[in-house]
Each structure stands twice: as C-alpha cells, then as structure tokens.
Antibody, heavy 119, light 108 residues
Framework: EVQLVESGGGLVQPGGSLRLSCVAS????????MNWVRQAPGKGLEWVSY????????YYADFVKGRFTISRDNAKNSVSLQMNSLRDEDTAVYFC????????????WGQGALVTVSS | ETVLTQSPATLSLSPGERATLSCRAS??????LAWYQQKPGQAPRLLIY???NRATGIPARFSGSGSGTDFTLTISSLEPEDFAVYYC??????????FGPGTKVDIK
C-alpha cells in the first residue's frame, strides 16, 4: 500500500522558516517524481513545487520561487520542502503527492501538514 | 498560465441522480486533464486522468470526457459517499500545474 506521511508543520511568525518532510513507503520511491500542493483554509488546491525522480529537474510556482526549496533523499524515501521568508498568505495545509507515471497526475497524497504563519 | 474555470460552483442533487460537472480551460490542454474528489478533512483523491481514464479502484459510475478546452465529469448515479468537492487540473502547459476552483456537490 502506498503511504505518504508529512511532518514538520506548525506555527511560525512572518519572515520565519519551516521545513516539511514527507516519508514514502509501499512503492519504489526513487522511480517517481514528487510534488507539493497546498490548500489555504477554506480554499482550493494550489501546486507549489515539483522534483523529478533523480532531482535533476525542479520547478516552483512563482509565488514561492526564491523562498522555498524542494529536495529529496532517495536512500531515505523522503522529499522535503524548506520554506523561508514565510508570509501570512503561505498559511495552508501542505500535501506531498506522487506523480503517476507522468508528471502532473497526482495519484497518491499524504494526509497534509498544517503550516500557520502568524504573529 | 492556463486558467481553469468550473461550473457550477455548487450542485445540489439527491442520491441516485446524475451529476454533470464542467471544467473549461483558458487555452487548449489537449486531453491532459484530471479530476479529483476531496472530502472535508481529507486529501484529494484522483478519479480521472487524461480526460477519460479512471484511476485505479475508481467505480465505473465516474466518467470523464472532453478535449481541448471543454471537459465534463459525470457521476451516473450519486451514492451517499460521492457528496464532496471536485477539482479539475491540467498538466498540458506546465509549470505551473493548475487547478480549477472546485465544484461542491451537496445533498438536496
């Protein structure tokens, strides 16, 4: 069974930093590209970042570019999102998701990690 | 960036009725469109990818159609567990991957 488990969420002040992690199990992690998708309270889904299976290709949404960094460790079956210079509008549940064979088909999702940016 | 719009915003139906949800793209996305279901407090679930392919384990009452800029998700006969929010998402022109604003299917 495919499982994705996020951790690292919490309350942080504006301008602060937080690191989210997602540990995968039940599949060959190193063969799949991964994404982070977020959802602000009561709002819709918003793609944040993509990393290919070998980390050779990385993309970010414009609204996080220069502030967030995605990375992965295939030996530890994990993908991370380092979030710096956090803003109030970054408050959201952050989901890690797996690409199904091709980029952009999110077939498996974690339960989400809540990030609250507030003073 | 490809903008997706969904209609209606809310669909009020009874169990057993047919649900028809629409997604329109600001430019052609070919057939690279997916549909997701999300229930309160849960992660989204992939229903349909590449316009008409059901994901693993998705019941046959869910079907998708369309190409180019106009797409439809049809639920042939609503079950109680189908009342949820549905999102469309494109992967034709990326980054970024973009989602529609969602259609809420609630009980009439």
């Amino acid at each position: 069974e495919v499982q994705l488990v996020e951790s690292g969420g919490g309350l942080v002040q504006p301008g602060g930093s937080l690191r989210l992690s997602c540990v995968a199990s039940g599949f060959t992690f190193s063969s799949y590209s991964m994404n982070w998708v977020r959802q602000a309270p009561g709002k819709g889904l918003e793609w944040v970042s993509y990393i290919s299976s070998s980390s050779s290709t990385i993309y970010y949404a414009d609204f996080v570019k220069g502030r967030f960094t995605i990375s992965r460790d295939n030996a530890k079956n994990s993908v991370s999102l380092q979030m710096n210079s956090l803003r109030d509008e970054d408050t959201a549940v952050y989901f890690c998701s797996r690409d199904y064979l091709v980029a952009g088909v999110f077939d498996s999702w974690g339960q989400g990690a809540l990030v609250t940016v507030s003073s | 960036e490809t903008v997706l719009t969904q209609s209606p915003a809310t669909l009020s139906l009874s169990p057993g009725e047919r649900a028809t949800l629409s997604c329109r793209a600001s430019q052609s996305v070919s057939n690279y469109l997916a549909w997701y279901q999300q229930k309160p407090g849960q992660a989204p679930r992939l229903l349909i990818y590449d316009a008409s392919n059901r994901a693993t384990g998705i019941p046959a009452r869910f079907s998708g159609s369309g190409s180019g800029t106009d797409f439809t998700l049809t639920i042939s006969s609503l079950e109680p567990e189908d009342f949820a929010v549905y999102y469309c998402q494109q992967r034709n022109s990326w980054p970024p991957f973009t989602f529609g604003p969602g259609t809420k299917v609630d009980i009439k």
